[in-house]
């Protein structure tokens, strides 16, 4: 048997090439780390769907008023299960349907800038020249001030409430994700599956979106996981500075602290419940982001 059909042989032992993103699968589903940020996430998400059935009370019933005395709240019972907060309604309520607020506001955010920002980036690596000049000198601009303080600042422009809140904190990912793809584009556009499909008259269009970002989306998906717990941080910040929802009723997580931050140590409880909240799902999104860093990194695969 001569060489040639030796190695034959050994490639049809090992099967066909399973795929990048197969591989990627299975390499997740083996982190133990990634596993427990999809339990939280999951939970959380679940607790968004379901809080019309698990939530005891509305969280605008506040039907408790009178048990509220001299600036303090009952604490857990029976019936509340985290207690009452300072306008006499049921806290866990509040705090499950807070998780839609949260969660939607972080999702929409993350996700308009995901999409601004493949579109800048994708043309900017791609194009080049001036007009790569010209969108990532705005980007750069738009970099050069600190998120938090441009979304402070666009929400100050547009007036508080949830849609500006989106806006605004989606506007702040918009630079991260346009210079992350410009990067993987730049490095994709001169391989050598790039180059054929140029030598045959496959179209530019074409190119981009059929070869250069299915390899080029990787990282932008990595970052879009860890976008999430920024959003997500971004979004409590706002409303603990009061410019969220304009409604104090608004059962969101960073306005329910703005609302309990002057009784701490008389009702600690009311802000270490939604604190707690922010913190699981921000290490969710986190754990899920590392994960996915491991498993679609050739360089990280070692580990997983």
Same mark, same amino acid.
């Given at each position: 048997?001569?060489?040639?059909?030796?190695?034959?042989?050994?490639?049809?032992?090992?099967?066909?090439?399973?795929?990048?993103?197969?591989?990627?699968?299975?390499?997740?589903?083996?982190?133990?780390?990634?596993?427990?940020?999809?339990?939280?996430?999951?939970?959380?998400?679940?607790?968004?769907?379901?809080?019309?059935?698990?939530?005891?009370?509305?969280?605008?019933?506040?039907?408790?008023?009178?048990?509220?005395?001299?600036?303090?709240?009952?604490?857990?019972?029976?019936?509340?299960?985290?207690?009452?907060?300072?306008?006499?309604?049921?806290?866990?309520?509040?705090?499950?349907?807070?998780?839609?607020?949260?969660?939607?506001?972080?999702?929409?955010?993350?996700?308009?800038?995901?999409?601004?920002?493949?579109?800048?980036? @994708?043309?900017?690596?791609?194009?080049?020249?001036?007009?790569?000049?010209?969108?990532?000198?705005?980007?750069?601009?738009?970099? %050069?001030?600190?998120?938090?303080?441009?979304?402070?600042?666009?929400?100050?422009?547009?007036?508080?409430?949830?849609?500006?809140?989106?806006?605004?904190?989606?506007?702040?990912?918009?630079?991260?994700?346009?210079?992350?793809?410009?990067?993987?584009?730049?490095?994709?556009?001169?391989?050598?599956?790039?180059?054929?499909?140029?030598?045959?008259?496959?179209?530019?269009?074409?190119?981009?979106? @059929?070869?250069?970002?299915?390899?080029?989306?990787?990282?932008?998906?990595?970052?879009?996981?860890?976008?999430?717990?920024?959003?997500?941080?971004?979004?409590?910040?706002?409303?603990?500075?009061?410019?969220?929802?304009?409604?104090?009723?608004?059962?969101?997580?960073?306005?329910?602290?703005?609302?309990?931050?002057?009784?701490?140590?008389?009702?600690?409880?009311?802000?270490?419940?939604?604190?707690?909240?922010?913190?699981?799902?921000?290490?969710?999104?986190?754990?899920?982001?590392?994960?996915?860093?491991? %498993?679609?990194?050739?360089?990280?695969?070692?580990?997983?």
């Amino acid at each position: 048997m001569s060489v040639a059909e030796i190695e034959a042989v050994d490639i049809q032992l090992e099967g066909a090439p399973s795929g990048l993103w197969r591989e990627a699968w299975s390499r997740l589903r083996r982190n133990p780390v990634a596993i427990i940020g999809f339990c939280l996430v999951a939970f959380f998400v679940l607790v968004a769907i379901l809080a019309p059935w698990i939530a005891r009370y509305s969280p605008l019933d506040a039907r408790w008023f009178n048990q509220v005395s001299t600036g303090t709240a009952p604490g857990p019972s029976a019936q509340h299960w985290l207690g009452i907060d300072l306008n006499g309604r049921d806290e866990w309520s509040r705090l499950a349907y807070g998780t839609r607020y949260s969660l939607l506001i972080g999702f929409v955010a993350a996700g308009s800038g995901l999409s601004i920002g493949l579109v800048l980036g @994708s043309i900017a690596g791609y194009a080049g020249g001036f007009v790569d000049t010209i969108i990532m000198r705005c980007m750069d601009i738009m970099l %050069a001030i600190p998120g938090l303080l441009l979304a402070i600042g666009i929400v100050a422009m547009l007036g508080p409430g949830l849609w500006q809140i989106m806006v605004a904190v989606g506007v702040t990912n918009v630079p991260i994700f346009a210079r992350l793809l410009r990067g993987s584009v730049l490095a994709q556009r001169e391989q050598d599956f790039v180059l054929a499909a140029r030598a045959i008259g496959v179209r530019r269009r074409a190119i981009l979106f @059929s070869h250069i970002l299915p390899n080029a989306i990787s990282p932008v998906i990595v970052q879009g996981t860890l976008a999430m717990a920024t959003a997500i941080i971004d979004v409590a910040g706002l409303g603990f500075l009061g410019l969220g929802p304009q409604d104090p009723r608004t059962p969101e997580w960073g306005t329910m602290l703005t609302q309990v931050n002057q009784y701490l140590e008389s009702d600690p409880l009311l802000a270490i419940a939604p604190c707690v909240a922010i913190v699981l799902a921000v290490l969710g999104f986190n754990l899920i982001g590392d994960g996915l860093r491991e %498993a679609l990194d050739p360089k990280l695969r070692g580990r997983v």
